[in-house]
């Protein structure tokens, strides 16, 4: 289970979780902004009865490109055509490796995601066809499905949108007030509320009409 600290993942996890599985999620520290996620990470974990939480130290900046991993690459604070600046090159691909590794030692055979190609920012890496085809790729490239214990990639959020992702974390007992989703939050965890992840997370309780427990910054707080 890839597990950020964000709205969507936190939801994954609950479905993961009330669908039975036992689950090991994975977080990763990349360079990104703030390590705010990643304490919020580790609190879902917790909070959602994982079985383990591990986070991975993978320093992305070396390549940078994103304003997520360079910061001389503002954040966004207002909607842009195409595909915005704070795409990470290849991280969802990097991500998804590195649970399929720990996926086979562990023996498992799911991979849950909180991909979202509904209420997204236009990232390719969050589509339904690039996640079957990396499901494929990674059904050619492990030992245990050569074997014949074929690799699932699971991603329940992909056709939601985020008012009813919210709606569905809610039935299962999220408290979305441990969640980090903003992309420069305070070393608090206290969201910036102007930021793509904060308009839609925003947008997405007031479309589920569902009071907003995130703790924004006092300049937007209103």
């Given at each position: 289970?890839?597990?950020?600290?964000?709205?969507?993942?936190?939801?994954?996890?609950?479905i993961?979780?009330?669908?039975?599985?036992?689950?090991?999620c994975l977080?990763?520290?990349y360079?990104?902004?703030?390590g705010?996620e990643l304490?919020?990470?580790?609190?879902?974990?917790?909070?959602?009865?994982?079985?383990e939480q591990?986070?991975?130290?993978?320093d992305?900046t070396?390549?940078?490109?994103?304003a997520?991993?360079?910061?001389?690459?503002?954040?966004?604070?207002?909607?842009?055509a195409?595909?915005?600046?704070?795409?990470?090159?290849?991280?969802?691909?990097?991500?998804?490796?590195?649970?399929?590794?720990?996926?086979?030692?562990?023996g498992?055979?799911?991979?849950?995601?909180?991909?979202?190609?509904?209420?997204?920012s236009?990232?390719?890496d969050?589509?339904?066809?690039?996640?079957?085809?990396?499901?494929k790729?990674?059904?050619?490239?492990?030992k245990?499905?050569?074997?014949g214990?074929?690799?699932?990639?699971?991603?329940p959020?992909?056709?939601?949108?985020k008012?009813?992702i919210?709606?569905?974390?809610?039935?299962l007992?999220?408290?979305?007030?441990?969640?980090?989703?903003?992309?420069?939050?305070?070393?608090?965890?206290?969201?910036?509320?102007t930021?793509?992840?904060?308009r839609l997370?925003?947008q997405?309780?007031?479309?589920?009409?569902?009071?907003d427990?995130?703790?924004y910054?006092?300049?937007t707080?209103?």
């Amino acid at each position: 289970m890839l597990l950020s600290g964000g709205l969507d993942s936190a939801t994954t996890l609950a479905i993961a979780r009330s669908e039975g599985f036992a689950c090991h999620c994975l977080s990763l520290d990349y360079g990104q902004r703030h390590g705010s996620e990643l304490e919020a990470a580790q609190r879902v974990a917790a909070a959602l009865g994982a079985s383990e939480q591990r986070t991975i130290k993978l320093d992305l900046t070396a390549f940078g490109g994103s304003a997520l991993t360079d910061e001389n690459i503002a954040v966004p604070t207002a909607p842009s055509a195409g595909i915005p600046v704070t795409y990470v090159p290849a991280r969802n691909t990097i991500m998804l490796s590195l649970s399929l590794a720990w996926a086979e030692v562990l023996g498992c055979r799911d991979i849950f995601i909180g991909a979202n190609a509904v209420d997204y920012s236009g990232y390719p890496d969050c589509r339904p066809e690039y996640l079957e085809a990396f499901e494929k790729m990674a059904n050619l490239a492990t030992k245990s499905a050569v074997e014949g214990n074929a690799i699932r990639i699971r991603a329940p959020l992909v056709a939601l949108s985020k008012a009813e992702i919210i709606r569905r974390g809610i039935e299962l007992g999220v408290d979305y007030r441990l969640t980090v989703s903003c992309y420069q939050a305070g070393e608090d965890g206290s969201a910036c509320g102007t930021c793509d992840s904060c308009r839609l997370r925003r947008q997405g309780f007031i479309s589920a009409k569902i009071a907003d427990p995130t703790r924004y910054q006092p300049e937007t707080n209103s």
